[in-house]
RNA sequence: GGAGAGAUGGCCGAGUGGUCGAAGGCGCUUGAUUCGAAAUCAAGUAUACCGGUAACGGUAUCGAGGGUUCGAAUCCCUCUCUCUCCGCCA
C-alpha cells in the first residue's frame, strides 16, 4: 500500500510508475476522490462535534429541556448517519484505489517493457558440455521423476519424485535450512493455508486471486499460499516490533494455479502445481541504504549457495514492466539449464520497501521514539523440483549416471551418484 | 460436529446507557530521597487522522461489522477468534 500522502505530493512519479508496470491504478481519479473522502470527512467530524457536545450536555438538563433538544438531536442524528454512510462507501473505494497504486522502482531500475529487457549484471560459472538427455529423460532412465503418472493422478502440471529424485530433493532443501541456519537466520514452518488478509497484505490480493488455490465452498476466504513469504510476512501482521531486524527462513509447500499458462514450459518440472521452497525474508528499519544492504545480503546467500552447488548462473536486474506492484527493486538469479539451451529462472530477490509492511500494519519505534513501518524484503533460497533441472542436467555422466554435488552427499547419506 | 464461557490500553483487570480514552494495579519514563542501589514518595505514560508555527482543539478506536438511541465499552443482531466439556481423529 501506498502513502496517499506521497501521492499527494507526487503525482507524477506515481503516472510514471503506473505506465511502467502497466498498473490498474489512476492517479487523477485517485486524487479526485482522495479530495471528495477529505471534504465529507470534514463536515462528518464538525457534525458529529456538535452532537457530542450536546450529548455531554444533556444529563444536566431538567427532563423539559431534555425533551426539547432530543427533537433537534434527532434531526442532526439522522443528517449525521447519511453522511456517515456515503463517508464509508467512499472511503472503501478509496482503499480499494490505493490498493492498486504502485511502489516507485528505485532509479537503478532499467526502463523496460517486460522480462526480455531485463539486463544481465553478473554471470558464474562454466557451462558444461551438454550430454543430451533431459531431466525427464534422466528422471525416468534412473526412477527419479514420473511425470505420466502424476498427470494421472493429480491432472496437468502435476509429478511424482521417487526414490533418489525424491532423496535429492529433499536434501537440497535441507541443505537450504541449515545453509540460512548458519547465515542467523530463523527457521519457519508457516501456516499453508491462509486468509484473505496475509494474501492482501503480502500484496497477492487484489489482483492474484485467479493464481491462488481456494478453499472457498467449506471454508471460505482460505488460501493455499503460493510462497512462505505469505505466511512468515504476515507473522508480525498487526504488531509493533521491538527488535529488528528479523531474518526467516521459510520452508513450505507452494502451490499455484498457473491460470493463463497453458502451452508455456510444459515440458518437465519448470511450470508445476506444487513445488517446495525455502525463503528468505527480511525485516527491517525504514531505511533505503538498510534495505539495500539487505537486498545484497540476500543476492549473496543465493548466490553462495548455488556457488556452493556448482550450478552456473546468471543475476539479471529486473526491469520497470516485470516487476511486481510494490517492488521497488528486484534481481532474478537464473540458473543454465542445459535442455532449455538457456538461463531459467530459479530465484526472485525483491525490495518493497513499506509496501507490504503498509498493509500489514507492521511497525516499530524509530530512534525518535516514533512509529513507523517496516520495510521488507524477501529472495528464494531454493525452490525444488525446479533446481533438479539445472542440477540433473549439469551433472548427468557419458554412463548415465548423475554426480552429486559435494554439498549434498552429507544430506544424502554421503552418497556420492545416482544411477 | 454438539454444549457452554469469554474477547477492554504494553500486561493484568474494573466498568450494564451520559461528565469514559476508559478506575485500580503492574510495567515504563522523569523527579525527590540515597555515597549508590533497593524500598518509598510525586508526576507523567495509547494510536491514527484533521485544523494550528505552537500551546492546543476536533474526530475515530474497548475483537470485526451492522442495528436501537438525542447519546453505546455498556442493549440487540451477525461474524471472527480464544478457552472448557463431549464426539471424531493424524
New binding site residues.
Given amino acids: 500500500m501506498i502513502d496517499p500522502?506521497s501521492i499527494r505530493e507526487n503525482p507524477e512519479a506515481y503516472r510514471t510508475a503506473t505506465k511502467q508496470k502497466r498498473a490498474n491504478f489512476d492517479v487523477d481519479s485517485f486524487l479526485s476522490l482522495d479530495s471528495d473522502y477529505?471534504s465529507l470527512?470534514?463536515e462528518?467530524?464538525?457534525k458529529?462535534?456538535s452532537?457530542?457536545?450536546?450529548?455531554?450536555l444533556?444529563?444536566?438538563l431538567s427532563k423539559e429541556e431534555?425533551a426539547k433538544l432530543?427533537d433537534e438531536?434527532?434531526a442532526?442524528?439522522a443528517e449525521i448517519k447519511e453522511i456517515e454512510?456515503k463517508l464509508?462507501e467512499i472511503e472503501a473505494q478509496r482503499e480499494a484505489m490505493l490498493l492498486r497504486a504502485p511502489g516507485i522502482p528505485l532509479k537503478e531500475v532499467p526502463e523496460g517493457k517486460d522480462d526480455s529487457e531485463n539486463k544481465e549484471v553478473e554471470k558464474w560459472g562454466d557451462i558444461p558440455e551438454y550430454l543430451g538427455k533431459d531431466h525427464v529423460e534422466l528422471g525416468l532412465a534412473l526412477g527419479l521423476i514420473d511425470i505420466e503418472r502424476g498427470v494421472k493422478v493429480g491432472g496437468s502440471k502435476n509429478y511424482f519424485l521417487k526414490g533418489d529424485g525424491a532423496r535429492l530433493h529433499h536434501a537440497v532443501l535441507q541443505y537450504a535450512l541449515s545453509f540460512l541456519y548458519g547465515r542467523g537466520y530463523t527457521v519457519m514452518e508457516p501456516p499453508h493455508i491462509v486468509s484473505y488478509d496475509a494474501m492482501k497484505g503480502t500484496s497477492y490480493f487484489p489482483g492474484g486471486e485467479e493464481q491462488a488455490y481456494s478453499l472457498d465452498s467449506r471454508d471460505p476466504d482460505k488460501y493455499l499460499i503460493g510462497t512462505s513469504e505469505v505466511s512468515v510476512c504476515s507473522y508480525h501482521m498487526n504488531e509493533i516490533l521491538d527488535e529488528l531486524p528479523k531474518r526467516y527462513a521459510g520452508y513450505s509447500p507452494c502451490y499455484r494455479r498457473e491460470a493463463g499458462t497453458y502451452g508455456k514450459d510444459t515440458h518437465g518440472l519448470y511450470r508445476i502445481h506444487q513445488f517446495y521452497k525455502v525463503e528468505q525474508v527480511v525485516v527491517c528499519e525504514n531505511d533505503p541504504d538498510i534495505s539495500m544492504r539487505f537486498h545484497n545480503e540476500l543476492l549473496n546467500n543465493a548466490k553462495d549457495f548455488i556457488q556452493s552447488l556448482n550450478l552456473p548462473y546468471r543475476v539479471v536486474i529486473v526491469c520497470t514492466g516485470d516487476m511486481g506492484l510494490g517492488q521497488v527493486y528486484k534481481h532474478d538469479i537464473e540458473c543454465w539449464m542445459p535442455s532449455r539451451n538457456s538461463y531459467g529462472e530459479t530465484h526472485s530477490c525483491s525490495t518493497f520497501y513499506d509496501f507490504q509492511a503498509r498493509r500489514l500494519n507492521m511497525r516499530y519505534k524509530n530512534k525518535e521514539g516514533?512509529?513507523e513501518f517496516c520495510h521488507t524484503l524477501n529472495n528464494t533460497l531454493i525452490a525444488s523440483p525446479r533446481i533438479l533441472i539445472p542440477l540433473l542436467e549439469n551433472n548427468q555422466n557419458k554412463d548415465g549416471t548423475i554426480a552429486i554435488p559435494k554439498a549434498l552427499q552429507p544430506f544424502m547419506g554421503g552418497q556420492e551418484v545416482i544411477k
Avoid: I
Avoid at 51 to 56: E, F, G, H, R, Y
Fill in positions: 500522502n477529505k470527512k470534514q462528518f467530524e464538525s458529529k462535534a452532537q457530542n457536545k450536546v450529548s455531554k444533556m444529563p444536566t431534555q432530543k438531536m434527532k442532526l442524528s454512510s464509508k516514533k512509529l
